[in-house]
């Protein structure tokens, strides 16, 4: 059989009839948006992050726009990111007027760099022409990136942290999750993620119970908090009185009932995925010109394992041909993108990223997912073997 790079179906095998029971249930109960299920899960969700809210919304985009609507960033404002990301990252802040200011990344890792941040507002602040807000960090491949040094310069700024968790939502630091650091950490239910549903999906997580209320707010079309009610004459639902320009920004039930089953192996997943990436790590060493490096006390979801290559094309190519699946993530960098170009160009710090340009060029993602056997492991590793020989 062939290998897939990312295997649903033997997830789907394990759980069993459990989800489409529940998926069943749902249709049954009618109850098709912000159900019970999503309840549920909210607080499941919540208790699995450590943190005091988890709000659902309709996908991982929308979970990095929410707290930057309810700090009211806009036009004017500085947003510090990698431009080593997808989209996503850099989007929303586009979306709300402000400009992103694009970072650079440890070599090593591909987490932001914090002297590379350092500069970028140094920068900004020097030119003075942006006020620097809020920084995007992500855990890309699902690793934690450095949040003790990153939120040391966001503490000295005044700066708001986002850790955008969509691929390494269940990662961890010294035994933490990122929303020890973060004022707010975000994921993507998105299939292919760590943790995804059979569809479109996100959740936003936080500790602090106004900026909860106000993304609760935003969420759904900007409708009345307690405390707008309390402020207020109103006498119909509070969803029909608008305080703010919001989204519509919901999660299906037929999805909260799909990840409550898959939460509930969640843990037991990343183990399986740490398991493949340290045999992967020791066994493709000598034929790589890199194996991915995880910060010193950090646990890694593995969304992507992720090696360089010198003739990374040509390796593609080779394992194509052996029947093994590969991904470039990310091909174009973020400060290299149209969208990110004139009429509306972003910042680069320091004028280029010289990690980021090199990382894209080498990148290449390998079949990685908590059912990989030990045989397919094998056939990916001797595949890339063949290819050095
Ligand atoms: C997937 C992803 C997102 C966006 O998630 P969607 O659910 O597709 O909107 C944001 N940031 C990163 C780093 C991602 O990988």
Same mark, same amino acid.
């Given at each position: 059989m062939a290998i897939a790079f990312i295997d649903l179906a033997a997830q789907r095998r394990r759980l069993g009839p459990k989800v489409d029971t529940a998926i069943l249930a749902v249709l049954d109960s009618g109850a098709f948006i912000m159900g019970p299920d999503v309840r549920a899960f909210e607080a499941e969700l919540a208790a699995f992050g450590q943190a005091k809210h988890a709000l659902s919304c309709a996908n991982g985009t929308d979970a990095l726009y929410l707290p930057l609507m309810a700090w009211e960033i806009g036009p004017g404002d500085a947003v510090f990111c990698p431009s080593f990301t997808f989209a996503s990252t850099?989007?929303?802040?586009?979306?709300?007027? %402000? &400009?992103? +200011?694009? +970072?650079?990344?440890?070599?090593? &890792? =591909?987490?932001?760099? !914090?002297?590379?941040?350092? %500069?970028? *507002?140094?920068?900004?602040?020097?030119?003075?022409?942006?006020?620097?807000?809020?920084?995007?960090?992500?855990?890309?491949?699902?690793?934690?990136?450095?949040? !003790?040094?990153?939120?040391? *310069?966001?503490? +000295?700024?005044?700066?708001?942290?986002?850790?955008?968790?969509?691929?390494?939502?269940?990662?961890?630091?010294?035994?933490?999750?990122?929303?020890?650091?973060?004022?707010?950490? &975000?994921?993507?239910? =998105?299939? %292919?993620? !760590?943790?995804?549903? =059979?569809?479109?999906?996100?959740?936003?997580?936080?500790?602090?119970?106004?900026?909860?209320?106000?993304?609760?707010? =935003?969420? +759904?079309?900007?409708?009345? &908090?307690?405390?707008?009610?309390?402020?207020?004459?109103f006498e119909h639902e509070a969803k029909y009185l608008n305080m703010r320009v919001g989204l519509n920004s919901r999660l299906d039930t037929v999805q909260a009932a799909v990840l409550r089953a898959k939460l509930e192996i969640f843990a037991d997943e990343i183990e399986a995925r740490n398991s493949i990436a340290a045999r992967y790590n020791a066994k493709l060493a000598p034929y790589v010109s890199r194996v991915p490096a995880v910060i010193a006390g950090g646990i890694s979801t593995w969304a992507q394992y992720t090696i360089e290559h010198p003739n990374r094309d040509g390796l593609a190519a080779h394992l194509k041909a052996k029947g093994v699946p590969t991904a470039v993530y990310y091909p174009l960098p973020l400060h290299r993108q149209p969208a990110f170009l004139a009429p509306n160009p972003a910042v680069v710090a320091s004028g280029s990223l010289p990690a980021t340009d090199a990382a894209a060029l080498d990148v290449i993602s390998l079949p990685m997912h908590p059912y990989l056997t030990e045989a397919d492991q094998d056939a990916v590793i001797a595949a890339v073997a063949s290819f050095a020989a």
């Open positions: 850099a989007e929303v802040i586009a979306w709300s007027g %402000a &400009t992103p +200011v694009f +970072v650079d990344i440890d070599r090593e &890792t =591909y987490a932001l760099d !914090p002297a590379s941040l350092q %500069a970028a *507002i140094d920068q900004v602040l020097a030119h003075g022409q942006l006020k620097p807000r809020a920084v995007i960090a992500v855990d890309l491949f699902g690793q934690p990136v450095d949040y !003790p040094a990153i939120k040391a *310069i966001c503490v +000295v700024h005044g700066l708001k942290l986002i850790a955008d968790s969509a691929q390494g939502f269940g990662c961890t630091l010294q035994g933490l999750q990122p929303l020890h650091w973060a004022d707010v950490t &975000t994921t993507s239910f =998105y299939p %292919a993620k !760590p943790l995804g549903c =059979y569809g479109d999906g996100g959740a936003v997580l936080c500790q602090d119970d106004d900026l909860a209320e106000a993304m609760d707010s =935003y969420r +759904v079309h900007g409708k009345a &908090t307690a405390a707008d009610l309390k402020a207020h004459v």
